[in-house]
């Protein structure tokens, strides 16, 4: 797979190394994968989002964008940042219109865009996103997961080849969460790469192609979920739990209810799927 | 304020163009203030009551309320013109209290009246635009009058984030109110004070985290965004102009009839 960023030994100090919110991170993105970063808040992961887009810059280390390394002149800047989104966690941090249409349209007009492509593109998006029943209302009129995915929408219309999701499903609820997930799994349909950060064990490891375990401004682990999830050591470090999945059937594996050999299942459908499989009274009664 | 844009946003007259409705709502306030004619004023009133209510589908109670508020001061500062203490009754009215006479003269009767009308009509023609035209919708027609940009961008983003400010302001009063923060006048005065300072580090600090998303969507100092206005209708225009001929018509007629 072709690599699409790397991180050197990054630091990055809000207070002029005071305190260090990344100390000495390295780390490879690989184009068009899915990507979790998870660890407990403060541990790097925002900071290096911004990182990502040149919002930040390292005070050590370099930052690789497509072979290259960043350039911090405004003119690069603005290249990189039409190809690296950001969707912030707060949305009332992002929106700065009361009108959607206006809002969505301003990343657009950014990259240069002639108004009538814009005008194309940011009808487009709406359709897309599913924004049209409330493309009339107010920013401030909306409910958070309509703003989230006005948010999404901001992003989106500029065609990133890499969009960083900050907590996407924060303090959304079930159906909004749904509905964000199902954009997200349409945009990596699409080849685009995503950079997530989440809580959701359960979620990260049935999405991601790879997790990204931050810890105190390094990355502790990195590798496939079923890799990560196994390493018991690393995950009592970052403070995360294990999915649902895993932990269940590492124990009908152990019990000898499922068989050895079988290929972890990513969630617990598929697990139940194992489960309607077997051929029933095989149990043993002592489940 | 959240009231009118509350109902703005849902008027029946949001789908027409908002610089139709700007020129409608100024040109009847030109002619009211301009005029200062008691028969102008209430055509104008009465027009701009009519679309409100009827074209906008404004709710008429809401619409009374609002009007309440321009009327008070109104009425308590024409009553220091009509009203006046003296020893010599004059001609509209005297009540005698003593050796004094609470009185007013017909002339003062008749300037009150034409000033109420004038105000309260030109507080509607202000209404009809607030009522049906959302702020975005001004600042767009502001834009394309040749408005400085900084000024339109500054008002942009400053109804934007009215709202999140007032939003957290009420988020924190509640939260404040929940562990008894203003329990007495003392705790309510630290409290209302720490909100203040409060709200102000959160401004701050949010005014940061916007630049910086801004900035990732690769803003460069100016804020480009695409206008969506409504094309002008042709009869709504002549509807305008008509509007505006028979308030001149009215003007002048009655202008005529005081002369004869």
């Known amino acids: 797979m072709e690599e699409l960023m790397r991180a050197e030994d990054l630091f990055f100090s809000y207070d002029e190394g005071e305190t260090w919110s990344l100390e000495g991170l390295s780390l490879t993105i690989q184009r068009g994968k899915k990507y979790a970063f998870m660890g407990a808040n403060g541990s790097g992961k925002s900071t290096f989002f911004l990182c990502c887009n040149g919002i930040h810059r390292p005070n050590r280390g370099t930052l690789y964008f497509d072979g ?88 989106l219309v500029m065609h990133p080849d890499m969009i960083i999701l900050d907590e996407p499903c924060a303090a959304l609820d079930p159906r909004h969460s749904r509905i964000v997930r199902g954009i997200i799994d349409q945009l990596t349909g699409e080849g685009v790469t995503v950079l997530m950060s989440t809580h959701d064990v359960d979620y990260a490891f049935s999405w991601a192609d790879e997790i990204m375990l931050f810890h105190r401004g390094r990355l502790l682990r990195q590798g496939s979920p079923e890799e990560v999830f196994s390493d018991i050591q690393a995950l009592e470090t970052a403070g995360l739990g294990r999915p649902a999945a895993l932990e269940v059937f590492q124990s009908l594996t152990q019990k000898g209810v499922l068989p050895k050999g079988l290929s972890v299942p990513r969630d617990l459908k598929a697990l139940q799927r194992y489960l309607e499989d077997l051929p029933s009274g095989e149990c043993p009664s002592s489940l | ?89 004059l001609d509209a009215f005297a009540v005698p209290i003593g050796e004094y006479y609470i009185t007013g003269s017909r002339r003062s009767l008749a300037l009150c009246i034409r000033l109420i009308l004038t105000a309260l009509s030109a507080a509607s023609s202000l209404y009809f635009l607030s009522l049906s035209t959302p702020v975005t919708d001004i600042l767009q027609v502001l834009q394309r009058l040749r408005c400085p940009t900084l000024l339109v961008e500054l008002m942009l983003l400053t109804y934007r984030f009215i709202f999140v400010l007032a939003e957290t302001a009420a988020d924190m009063t509640t939260a404040q109110q929940s562990r008894l923060g203003n329990r007495n006048f003392k705790t309510s005065v630290r409290s209302f004070g720490a909100l203040g300072s409060m709200l102000f580090i959160r401004a701050v600090k949010r005014s940061a985290r916007i630049y910086d998303a801004m900035e990732s969507r690769c803003y460069d100092g100016k804020l480009r965004v695409l206008r969506e206005s409504i094309p002008p209708k042709g009869a709504e225009i002549a509807g305008i102009v008509l509007w505006g001929l028979v308030l001149f018509g009215i003007f002048m007629g009655s202008v005529l009839l005081w002369k004869s």
Not at chain 1, 99 to 116: C, D, H, R, T, W
Not at chain 2, 43 to 65: D, E, I, S
């Open chain 1, 68 to 155: 290259k390394p960043v350039s911090y002149k405004s003119r690069d800047l603005l290249a990189l940042r039409a190809r690296v989104g950001v969707v912030f966690q707060d949305p009332d941090d992002q929106l700065f219109s009361a009108s959607v249409y206006q809002e969505i349209s301003f990343g657009a007009l950014n990259l240069g865009m002639p108004e009538k492509a814009a005008r194309r593109e940011v009808e487009r998006v709406i359709d897309k996103l599913e924004i049209a029943p409330f493309s009339h209302k107010p920013a401030h009129a909306l409910s958070g997961g309509q703003k989230k995915q006005v948010a999404i929408a901001d992003v």
């Open chain 2, 1 to 89: 304020m959240i009231v009118i844009d509350k109902i703005c946003y849902s008027s029946g007259l949001r789908g027409i163009n908002a610089g139709e409705k700007m020129a409608f709502s100024v040109m009847t306030l030109l002619f009211c203030v301009v005029s200062r004619n008691a028969a102008v004023a209430l055509a104008v009133f009465f027009g701009n009551t009519v679309l409100t209510l009827w074209k906008g589908r404004t709710p008429w109670k809401q619409y009374a309320r609002l009007l309440l508020i321009p009327a008070a001061f109104v009425l308590l500062s024409t009553a220091a013109i009509l009203v006046n203490f003296s020893r010599v009754p």
